[in-house]
């Protein structure tokens, strides 16, 4: 049995000026993991495949790259977006459970 997990990684930036603070912004970042190594090249090359690139800069715990064209996806579209439908539509995976509290999702493929 094969293993995928999305997993959100959440940065807060706090703005401060004068030991006040004026804002706080937020950005969640997506990662993909495998338990099978050779199915993160199968996932990149589907992405490739399309005209995007999957990068994961590990330094900042962020995807980076281009968003692949996609058929089903027009408008507002998201890392989570993509690699939910490349593990259900076409890595044939089966959606098992979430990682509380809300940091992600695991897929399993037998």
Not at 46 to 68: D, L, M, T, V
Not at 73 to 102: N, Q, R
Request: charge should be neutral; hydrophobic fraction near 30%; aromatic fraction near 16%.
């Amino acid at each position: 049995m094969t293993t995928a997990k999305i997993i959100r990684h959440r940065h807060k930036y706090h703005h401060y000026l004068n030991d006040d603070l004026k804002s706080v912004k937020e950005e969640t970042h997506f990662k993909i993991v495998f338990s099978e190594p050779k199915e993160l090249d199968l996932f990149k090359e589907w992405i490739q495949q399309h005209g995007g690139e999957y990068n994961y800069n590990k330094e900042e715990s962020r995807q980076e790259g281009k968003f692949p064209k996609v058929p089903q996806f027009h408008d507002e579209i998201c890392w989570c977006d993509i690699m939910t439908y490349y593990l259900m539509h076409v890595a044939g995976y089966k959606f098992y459970s979430t990682i509380h509290p809300y940091k992600g999702e695991v897929y399993l493929k037998d």
